[in-house]
């Protein structure tokens, strides 16, 4: 069966460092997401991308944070300037050409110290 | 605005009880889907149901059971026999069709215990 991938599982980062989340979704979706979980907290949407552009966002999603689809596989989540609120599990997340099958990825735990 | 409530933070159960977690939701669209997803302690998300706004036909997988009512806006999951297997952190999800995209609307979700 098919499967959404993310790299690194864990990364640790210091505080005011670039990272860079990587997931790779599955090969014919044509959206992809990234959500945020905090530890203990629900999991929260941060943006949509579709047709290589962001198609949604929320409020969540500042200037800090930007996504990319550099290859026409890999679907990135940077963040600029880490802080330590940003430490959280990240989902990655496609959906198919059939709407509402729901894809999410295993996560990257992103640990800002 | 969307929204989804779980009420139950925390349930605690003995194995092969039954138990049944709450979601009711919030929208103003016609046109949307309902999901519940499974979180175990390991972190990943695992897809258990997705439901849309036109079938309120009650559905059953093994020892899973859920209930769609529009009327109350509720669609409940329900674990018959439970086991401690089924310890986790259970979320509601709501989606709804837009020109946007399909995010999913997340509850706080449940942590279920089921203790031998």
């Known amino acids: 069966e098919p499967e959404v991938t993310q790299t690194p599982s864990h990364q640790v980062t210091q505080m005011g460092q670039e990272v860079i989340l990587r997931c790779v979704p599955i090969?014919?979706?044509?959206?992809f997401y990234w959500y945020r979980q905090i530890l203990g907290q629900k999991v929260e949407f941060l943006v949509s991308?579709?047709?290589?552009?962001?198609?949604?966002k929320s409020e969540i999603f500042d200037d800090q944070f930007s996504v990319e689809r550099p290859d026409g596989s890999n679907f990135t989540l940077k963040i600029r300037s880490t802080k330590l609120e940003d430490s959280a599990m990240y989902f990655c997340?496609?959906?198919?050409?059939?709407?509402?099958?729901?894809?999410f990825g295993p996560g990257t735990r992103l640990t800002v110290t | 605005a969307q929204k989804v409530t779980q009420a139950q933070t925390e349930i605690s159960v003995v194995e092969k009880e039954d138990v049944t977690l709450d979601c009711v939701y919030e929208?103003?669209?016609?046109?949307?889907?309902l999901f519940w997803y499974k979180q175990p302690p390991s972190g990943e998300l695992v897809f258990l149901i997705r439901?849309?706004?036109?079938?309120?036909q009650n559905e059953i997988s093994g020892r899973y059971s859920w209930n769609f009512q529009k009327s109350t806006s509720s669609f409940n999951f329900t674990i018959t026999a439970s086991q401690v297997v089924d310890s986790a952190v259970y979320f509601c999800?709501?989606?709804?069709?837009?020109?946007?995209?399909?995010?999913?609307?997340f509850g706080k979700g449940t942590t279920l215990s089921v203790s031998s």
């Open positions: 997340a496609s959906f198919g050409s059939v709407p509402y099958e729901q894809y």
């Open positions: 439901r849309n706004s036109f079938d309120e």
């Open positions: 090969s014919n979706h044509l959206y």
């Open positions: 929208t103003r669209d016609t046109t949307y889907y």
């Open positions: 999800a709501l989606s709804v069709l837009n020109q946007a995209g399909t995010a999913l609307i």
């Open positions: 991308f579709y047709n290589n552009e962001i198609s949604e």
